[in-house]
């Protein structure tokens, strides 16, 4: 069972060390070397190649007389040279080699223009290919001189001719030829008659505009020329009958000798018209039909097309030249863990003689010593059962009398039970050692955090976008601001501003006004608002409902992108297969930080519950993820709706049990020792981390960073919010109508759908204005009244009942 498991440990490793493998090669450095080295190389082969053909004769001693010094080669690239273009040449494919040394130049431009490794595959499958072809042609052709074809093509030539015979291989090698420039350079038989066709009509009109030329007195019907249709008359005296000159059917009678001669495949028609009336000068109208094969339907493929040409759309391409935050910005500090052995040998005693007491053996007793707390993973004799224990948990921290023990019985997974115990000396676990972990810096997570570090000193990342929301609880002092900044710095070292924006909501208007410096980079905020971090309720509620909006907007956009999810729906976006011109677009994930929530509740009460509890339920899927952070974790201000829907949870210090048990559904919480430490849990286990300690002078440093650095020119607008009290009075007179209202109308009841992203669509309009539009249909009675997140109902059926609707306005 151990051996399997690190087996499995094994492999796992070294599939997370092969990234960094491929990390090294896509370098651009890497491929600058590579690129040139290959350049080189191709010139290399190419003289020595060259040069062989003149002194291959006299080289031939000096082949596999690499290391003797006293040979000398007379190739211009010497030994090497001369044995290299044996191999290659004599050896190998004779004059075919020259397509191997053209290939490795052509794979070095590949390289520095980071074309894709598949590309480069095909093209030596191809090169391979056509040198085996020269090769065993050349071979054919002259079998007398075998250092045109080389051994390779000699010996296969001399093989395949005596099976097929001399007639029979150069039909092989023929029809090689073409199945190659068919498959390789998509030449048809079809494409050859019709650039023959093409050339032979641009001829004849070249021909017929110079006969124009010279008999001005000429009639020519001709029509546009690329339609492929010209019709000319022969030369007649009677000028006016000419001009009147008209293509009626009763006058036509093609003359088309074998009908059953035309075949399919026979795409210019000649018909001779003859005219009734004119017995003498028969007027002769040649017909040149071209007939196009068919276009080819490209719309399935546009998408593939799209990137093809201009490759995958890059979201970050506007920040193109954005730096991420440096490590050196970050504090390093003093972090080897000392191992005080009489610490631990003196808690071990005081664990073995507590739990005698209890008349509880022990079997074993491991230590792991953490940054903060040590470990003591007890196995206890057999026959004694965990409940026991369990039950006596209280009794034995008492009498451990320590502040910060937990007792942990069994620790799951395990059979063993698990006494955590404060260090005399706790270590700081800094920002800088979690960032730079490789944990962190390799995850591929959608919005990973570096929390902080475990008992067993592991770093601890997790998923924003998996939790999908956090709820952080703790008493004043215990690390809740410093647990909050060390999620915003994760996030600001690992995603670029393209990809991740921030709602910040700090009513004790200091902890995160740091952030105000990269409003434009990563900070979202309503339209009219002046900062970006808000601080007063109103603003808040409004905030809210705007999040709502986008969120109801963005499962829209998800729905007519048929995806279920916002990594799916930004995938199909970057693959160019979303049409910006419907609305689609890049969309970030939005992280709402609400620092002091239970602040909030009491200020607004349902008004911030209802929406906060609207997105948390439902946000999830679109990227719009909240970590709601209170210090009094009491549940009026934690209700169940909210706690139900923000299953991962973080507690720092409680000063209650009542306390943990509503943040963590468990105890523990009260007996943990401040300062950053804390307990995870994201659904069963409870995690004990110590959380990552960066304070306000390295938070202004990185932000200062991010700040100096070109930004957007605002920061990312969320959807106006309407309030309902200023903005759905029905009365508006209709003089005040808008100057889009019969437009808009119009739109709205041929949809059948009333909604005011259709008219910001259709219209091209900001969400004000099409917000306005709606009320004012809806006090036309247009459309029915606000139904949530549902369109409106249309209560006019058509464009005619709608016009009857507008006529009957103008009579009142
Ligand atoms: N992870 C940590 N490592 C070491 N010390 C820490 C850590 N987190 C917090 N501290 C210490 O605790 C102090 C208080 O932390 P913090 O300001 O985050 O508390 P808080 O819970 O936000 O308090 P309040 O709710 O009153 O704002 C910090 O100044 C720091 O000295």
Sequence with gaps: MAKKKQSTKKISSSSENKPSVFAFLKTKQTQTIIGFFLLFLAFFLCIAFISFFFNWQEDQSTISQLSNKAVKSKNLLGKIGANLSHFFIYKGFGIGAFIIAFQIFRTGLFVLFQQKFAKIIISWNWALIAMLWLSITLGFVNDKFALLSGIIGFEINEYLQTFTGKTGLTIILIFVLITYLVLRYKLTFHEFLERLKQKRAEKEQKKQEEDELEVPQNDSIETDQSN????????????KEKSEFELSVENLTPTISKHSDVSAKKEKLTLTVEEKNEEDSEPEVEIDVAIHREEEHETENLSDKLVKDFGEFDPT?????????????????????????????????????????????????KATV????????????????????????????????????????????????????????????????VISSKKFQESTM???????????????????????????????????????????????????????????????????????????HYLAKLPDVEEAIITDTTKVVHTLNSLCIEMDNRYDLLKAAMVRNIKEYNIKFKKRKLNPNDGHQFLPYIVLVIDEFADLIMTAGKEVET????????????????????????????????????????????????????????????????????????????????????????????????????????????????????????????????????????????????????????????????????????????????EGSKARQVLVPDLVALDALLENEKNI
């Design 228 to 239: 492929k249709v010209n019709l000319t008359t022969t030369p007649t005296e009677d000028k």
């Design 317 to 365: 391409l506007e920040l193109a030249n954005f730096k991420f935050p440096t490590f050196n910005l970050l504090k390093q500090y003093n972090e080897t863990i000392s191992i005080d052995p009489e610490e631990l040998e003196a808690n071990k005693d005081r664990i073995v003689d507590t739990l005698k007491n209890y008349k509880i053996g022990i079997a074993e007793i």
């Design 370 to 433: 953490g940054p903060t707390i040590t470990l003591y993973e007890i196995v206890p004799e057999a026959g004694i059962r965990i409940s026991k224990i369990k039950n006596l948990e209280d009794d034995i921290a008492l009498s451990l009398s320590a502040l910060g023990i937990r007792i942990i019985a069994p620790i799951p997974g395990k059979g063993t039970i698990g006494i955590e115990v404060p260090n005399k000396k706790s270590t700081i676990v800094s920002m800088h050692s």
């Design 446 to 520: 959608e919005l990973p955090i570096a929390l902080g570090k475990t008992i067993s000193n592991e770093t601890f990342v997790i998923d924003l976008a998996k939790m999908p929301h956090l709820l952080m609880a703790g008493a004043t002092g215990q690390g809740k601001s410093v647990g909050l900044n060390a999620v915003l710095t994760s996030l600001l070292y690992k995603k670029h501003p393209a990809e991740v924006k921030f709602i910040l909501v700090d009513p004790k208007k200091v902890e995160l006004t740091l952030f105000n410096k990269i409003e434009r």
């Design 611 to 786: 929406p906060i509890a609207r997105l948390a339920q439902l946000a999830r899927a679109i990227g719009i993820h909240l970590i709601v952070a209170t210090q009094r974790p009491s549940v009026n201000v934690i209700t169940g709706i909210i706690k139900a829907n923000f299953p991962a949870r973080i507690a720092f210090r409680v000063t209650s049990k009542i306390d943990s048990r509503t943040i963590l559904d468990a105890g523990g919480a009260d007996q943990l020792i401040g300062r950053g430490d804390l307990l995870y849990t994201a659904g069963n286990d409870i995690n004990r981390i110590q959380c990552a300690f960066v304070d306000t002078p390295e938070v202004e440093k990185i932000t200062d960073f991010i700040g100096s650095q070109k930004a957007y020119s605002e920061a990312f607008l969320l959807p106006e919010y309407v309030d309902d009290e200023s903005g759905t009075s029905i009365d508006i007179d209709i003089a005040d109508r808008d100057k889009l209202f019969k437009e808009a109308a119009e739109i709205i009841v041929t949809a059948q759908q009333g909604s005011a992203s259709l008219l910001q669509r259709k219209l091209k309009l900001g969400y004000n204005r099409a917000g306005r539009l709606i009320d004012q249909l809806e006090a036309a009675g247009i459309v029915g009244g606000f």
